[in-house]
């Protein structure tokens, strides 16, 4: 490992600029920082399901694997030029989400985030995942270096994420929590 931080503040930032593994400069609000920034955000939510007492070993497992894989991610867009996130990753990460998709019947509604406080949280970790994709998709528009895998792996992760809580509510006994549609409500207007 590099540099290890003896003091955690640096003040090199006071100027709304951060400092990428490269050594280079670049605005706090760039789309870089924002993708690295959401990326964070999702492996903090990740962290919150492995919180839970009722996580599953295999679903704990595949979960650090993926607290991971996030860490290599967010560093390939701290470092331009850096290419960490493989095909390889994206494969296993289907492969892990195919095996947990065979305990699950087969899905019939649409689902509604919620179920037990673990499924809850991988519900709000999808969403998280599913802005770091877009935060992601956003800086390869201005910048041709983000790799394909990089953004497979977070689209992917995204399905891991959904089947996961899915899985999360089997494991406890609970019944997905489905959408109904309401008979007879309808949109109103807002009064002008």
């Known amino acids: 490992m590099g540099n290890r931080l003896t003091k955690i503040y640096t003040r090199t930032g006071d100027d709304g600029t951060t400092g990428l593994g490269d050594g280079s400069r670049i605005d ?9 920034g ?15 007492a009722d996580v ?35 494969t296993r990460l289907e492969v892990q989400l195919d095996a947990l998709n065979a305990n699950l019947g087969r899905l019939e509604d649409f689902i509604l985030p ?11 970790a999808r969403t998280a995942c599913r802005n770091a994709e877009r935060a992601v998709l956003a800086l390869a528009r201005e910048w041709a270096g983000v790799n394909a895998p990089l953004r497979r792996y977070l689209n992917r992760l995204s399905d891991f994420l ?12 609970r019944k997905d929590v489905v959408w109904v549609q309401r008979k007879g409500q309808q949109c109103s207007k807002t009064p002008s």
């Open 114 to 124: 919620g179920g037990t406080p673990a499924a809850a949280q991988a519900h709000l």
């Open 38 to 52: 959401e990326v964070d955000h999702l492996n903090a939510f990740i962290g919150t399901v492995l919180s839970q």
């Open 162 to 173: 959904f089947v996961t809580a899915r899985e999360l509510n089997r494991c406890a006994g």
């Open 56 to 90: 599953p070993a295999a679903v704990r497992d595949y979960l650090a694997d993926i607290q991971h894989d996030l860490f290599d991610l967010g560093a390939e867009l701290c470092i331009p030029g850096s290419a960490r996130i493989t095909p390889e990753h994206v």
């Open 28 to 36: 706090k609000d760039s789309l870089r920082v924002q993708a690295m």
